[in-house]
């Protein structure tokens, strides 16, 4: 079997009309190719209309709903969703939940303790999580799914097609936004961008790897949401 293709799999499923969910409204595309529209007329702020709205799916609360993927859920995944977490005030995130999971989680297991102690040095509080196992109906329910590293973009492509633009890596997205300007939609703009990852934007695993690693993780995924929660909080239905 070749090498699983991220990008392959993200343009069959743009291209079949049969099972590709329809395709976000993108209002930066849109303005490029309008001549009477320019940066300066651009506005800084976004509301959806009610059709556009309702493509993102929302949750029971009628929040949009991200989750934070890596393998184990106990070191990269459960750190981004208690930073996320702890800096939803700080970004006007108030219509967003963050929650996280793994491809082959160690259920029921805490935060890593030796990247706890990176997360409370710097004042945070890391109680409270618990590693789960990723799920259908979480992929399904979820609004994005922003994982650790390439490998777990493609176990879900691979296991769940269907949910392909929903799967992005956080170091993407976070290039994402500052490629952007972040003038543009960042809903629609993370649905239909399907440029393949990196190399840079994996997110090494620290679980076992010592200090160094604990703390080269987390400084990763702090840039990383420092970037993109400021964009993501422009999602406001």
Same mark, same amino acid.
């Given at each position: 079997m070749g090498i699983f293709n991220i990008k392959s799999i993200r343009e069959k499923y743009s291209t079949d009309s049969q099972s590709? *969910? =329809? $395709?976000?409204? &993108?209002?930066?595309? /849109?303005?490029? @190719? &309008? *001549? $009477?529209?320019n940066q300066d007329s651009a506005p800084k702020t976004? +509301?959806?209309?009610?059709?556009? $709205?309702?493509? !993102? *799916?929302?949750?029971a609360n009628g929040k949009y709903e991200a989750y934070f993927v890596c393998t184990g &859920?106990?070191?990269?995944?459960?750190?981004? @969703?208690?930073?996320?977490?702890a800096l939803s005030e700080e970004y006007g995130l108030d219509n967003w939940e963050f929650k996280s999971a793994g491809t082959s989680a160690l259920v029921g297991l805490p935060m890593y303790h030796r990247i706890a102690k990176v997360w409370e040095a710097k004042g945070y509080d890391t109680h409270g999580y618990r590693a789960q196992q990723l799920t259908e109906e979480m992929i399904?329910?979820?609004?994005?799914?922003?994982v650790a590293d390439k490998d777990h973009a493609e176990w879900i492509m691979? /296991?769940?097609?269907? !949910?392909? #633009?929903?799967?992005?890596?956080?170091? @993407?997205? #976070?290039?994402?936004? =500052? +490629?952007?300007?972040?003038?543009? =939609?960042?809903? +629609?703009?993370? !649905?239909s961008d399907t440029e393949a990852p990196l190399p840079e934007d994996n997110i090494s695993d620290p679980f076992r790897q010592g200090d160094e690693a604990c703390q080269k993780a987390a400084g990763e995924i702090e840039e990383a949401l420092r970037a993109f929660l400021p964009w993501l909080a422009k999602a406001q239905s």
């Open positions: 590709a *969910p =329809e $395709a976000p409204w &993108n209002e930066a595309e /849109e303005n490029s @190719q &309008n *001549p $009477a529209h976004f +509301s959806f209309s009610p059709n556009v $709205a309702r493509k !993102y *799916p929302v949750n &859920n106990i070191a990269r995944s459960t750190s981004s @969703q208690m930073l996320a977490n399904e329910n979820a609004t994005l799914l922003l691979r /296991e769940w097609p269907q !949910y392909h #633009a929903k799967v992005h890596l956080l170091k @993407q997205v #976070a290039r994402l936004a =500052e +490629s952007s300007g972040k003038r543009a =939609e960042p809903l +629609s703009t993370i !649905y």
